[in-house]
């Protein structure tokens, strides 16, 4: 009988773990405002598109993303209010679709992870590549 019971208490703990597991990983279950990369991206490779940005442009996170209260150290990177957030999605389209239709050597690939054509590959590390002598 007493074992039964340890058994039970012992079955409540493991729930209560698993809940506590499950609601920590709440957040990254939420629904993103992604308009262009694929809604099931992984954090990493959301990630990694990012940090590629920030070094073709040459800039920091900021440049696209905005502060929250004016602090450069909290950006919000849900909020479209950014204009050059809108500005690199349509760059984004551009890109995919230039992979897309002249360059999917790999199909087993989603169009919007082939990097043949990246944004450095204009860019070089300028946010204005037009203006680039
Ligand atoms: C050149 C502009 C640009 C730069 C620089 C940039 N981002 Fe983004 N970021 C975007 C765009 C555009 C989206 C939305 C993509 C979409 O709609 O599919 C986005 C989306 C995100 C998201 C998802 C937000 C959500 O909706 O939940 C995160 C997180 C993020 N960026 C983090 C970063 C971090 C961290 C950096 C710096 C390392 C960074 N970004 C630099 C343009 C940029
Ligand atoms: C085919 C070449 C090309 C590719 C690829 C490209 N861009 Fe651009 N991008 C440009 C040109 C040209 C401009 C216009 C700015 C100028 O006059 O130099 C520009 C402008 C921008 C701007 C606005 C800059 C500003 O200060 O107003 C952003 C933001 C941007 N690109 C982000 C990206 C991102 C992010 C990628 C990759 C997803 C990308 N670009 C890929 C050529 C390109």
Redesign the pocket.
Known sequence: MVRKQQFIAFGFIISFVALGVAAMRMPQNQPRNLKVLPQDISDKALDS?MH??NK??G?KCD??HVAINNMPDSLNYASDVN???E??????R???Q?NKEYFYFDSTKRPEYLNV???????RG???????K
Do not use: G, N
């Open positions: 598109f590629s940005y073709a442009l800039v440049f696209c204009p050059k957030k500005q690199a999605r349509k760059m984004m551009l890109t995919i230039l054509v990246v944004c450095i590959t204009c860019h300028d946010p204005m590549p037009a203006d680039l």
